[in-house]
T-cell receptor, first 112, second 115 residues
């Protein structure tokens, strides 16, 4: 069974203080690893897809990286508007498998 | 584009009552997912459809839960009878099969409270 574990559960940072969120996964043949952002009272919003170890993607202050066992979401010089819950999800290989398995998320708070 | 539309946004009901949640996917999307989110278990996939056909319903917790997709623009998730442990946020999501980055678009969710 596919499993995703995110750490820490919650993280409080001062504005401008860089850090990383971790996503460890166990999956039978990774087809894709996804990062989403979720604001209170809203549905998750897509950030990145990573497909193979060594791949990196960036968007503004966020950079996602992938190894064979985990992914990191690096946040550089965060601002208060980066406060949200960040979710990681994996999709296993196999023709026709569309299922995404999510972790429980990291709740990030950026203090001005 | 209006995005994925879910209704109602909030539902409060009493134990034993029937609950129906509704979803309109993004026009043109042909894959639809129902997820349930709780603090303890996070986002759990209940069921998904490809081209209106249920593909995997292994996440549906019990026979009390049922989902239908009568056409490409509408889906329902029904709970009958409802129980307090069904209280959660239920999300619908859709995407286009074969998209390069395969991203899911989520609705705003239905907050269900069963008293």
């Amino acid at each position: 069974e596919d499993q995703v574990t995110q750490s820490p559960e919650a993280l409080r940072l001062q504005e401008g203080e860089s850090s990383s969120l971790n996503c460890s996964y166990t999956v039978s043949g990774l087809r894709g690893l996804f990062w989403y952002r979720q604001d209170p009272g809203k549905g998750p919003e897509f950030l990145f897809t990573l497909y193979s170890a060594g791949e990196e993607k960036e968007k503004e202050r966020l950079k996602a990286t992938l190894t064979k066992k985990e992914s990191f979401l690096h946040i550089t010089a965060p601002k208060p508007e980066d406060s949200a819950t960040y979710l990681c999800a994996v999709q296993a290989g196999g023709f026709g498998n569309e299922k995404l398995t999510f972790g429980t998320g990291t709740r990030l708070t950026i203090i001005p | 584009d209006a995005g994925v539309i879910q209704s109602p946004r909030h539902e409060v009901t009493e134990m034993g009552q029937e609950v129906t949640l509704r979803c309109k996917p993004i026009s043109g999307h042909n894959s639809l997912f129902w997820y349930r989110q709780t603090m303890m278990r996070g986002l759990e996939l209940l069921i998904y459809f490809n081209n209106n056909v249920p593909i995997d319903d292994s996440g549906m917790p019990e026979d009390r839960f049922s989902a239908k997709m009568p056409n490409a623009s509408f889906s329902t998730l029904k709970i009958q009878p409802s129980e307090p442990r069904d209280s959660a946020v239920y999300f619908c999501a859709s995407r286009l099969l074969g998209q390069p980055n395969e991203k899911l678009f989520f609705g705003s969710g239905t907050q269900l409270s069963v008293l």
